[in-house]
């Protein structure tokens, strides 16, 4: 079975700071892990995965995470917040089960961009 | 090119009521997902076709949820005789092949409350 964990709720920070948003999982098998952001009314956008192709994954808005088998993380992180950041993000992981490749998601975390 | 359409956007029941959640994916798109979104939630997988077999139903919380995705492109989520419990929101996604890495392309979503 696999699952994911994002500790804590909400994360607030300043205008141009950095973004850090943890994700932890736990899985029988090596997973793949994706990151998605929800805007209000809005459907989930895919920000980034890891494929296994390369540990360092770079997204959409100046977003990356990095894929760490040893500490089982897959953190995403911006260099420099930025107000329209401001959203609900979401790590997600499937693994290779056959027919299915459902998304096992995380609880979420709400980021909030300060002036 | 579209992307995935969901309708009703919001619907209110009474309980006891049956209602039908629609979900238009991706054009050619060979997998769909059903997931369900609780309050301060992540979303929860419901159920998952492959063209219009449906391969997995682990995720349905009771025999009063039902999908179906007769002609392989179009698919209905159907709970009857709604209970408070159901209140949610509904998303479909829908993505191009088999594999656990392909992206899944979400709607916005059916706001379901039931009162």
């Known amino acids: 079975a696999q699952s994911v964990t994002q500790l804590g709720s909400h994360v607030s920070v300043s205008e141009g700071a950095l973004v850090l948003l943890r994700c932890n999982y736990s899985?029988?098998?090596?997973?793949?892990l994706f990151w998605y952001v929800q805007y209000p009314n809005q459907g989930l956008q895919l920000l980034l995965k890891?494929?296994?192709?390369?540990?360092l994954v770079k997204g959409i808005n100046g977003f990356e995470a990095e894929f760490k088998k040893s500490e089982t993380s897959f953190h995403l992180t911006k260099p420099s917040a930025h107000m329209s950041d401001a959203a609900e993000y979401f790590c997600?992981?499937?693994?290779?089960?056959?027919?299915?490749?459902?998304?096992?998601f995380g609880k979420g975390i709400t980021l909030s961009v300060r002036p | 090119g579209a992307g995935v359409s969901q309708s009703p956007r919001y619907k209110v029941a009474k309980r006891g009521q049956d209602v039908a959640l629609r979900c238009d994916p991706i054009?050619?798109?060979?997998?769909l997902f059903w997931y369900q979104q609780a309050l301060g939630q992540g979303p929860e997988f419901l159920t998952y076709?492959?063209?219009?077999?449906?391969?997995?139903k682990s995720g349905l919380p009771s025999d009063r949820f039902f999908a179906e995705r007769p002609e392989g492109s179009v698919s209905t989520l159907k709970i009857q005789r709604t209970q408070q419990e159901d209140s949610a929101v509904y998303l479909c996604a829908s993505s191009p092949g088999l594999a656990p890495t392909d992206t899944q392309y979400f709607g916005p979503g059916t706001r379901l409350t039931v009162l």
């Open positions: 997600a992981g499937s693994v290779s089960t056959g027919a299915n490749s459902k998304l096992t």
């Open positions: 890891y494929t296994s192709a390369a540990t």
């Open positions: 054009s050619g798109h060979v997998s």
């Open positions: 076709f492959q063209n219009e077999a449906q391969l997995d």
């Open positions: 899985s029988s098998v090596p997973p793949y």
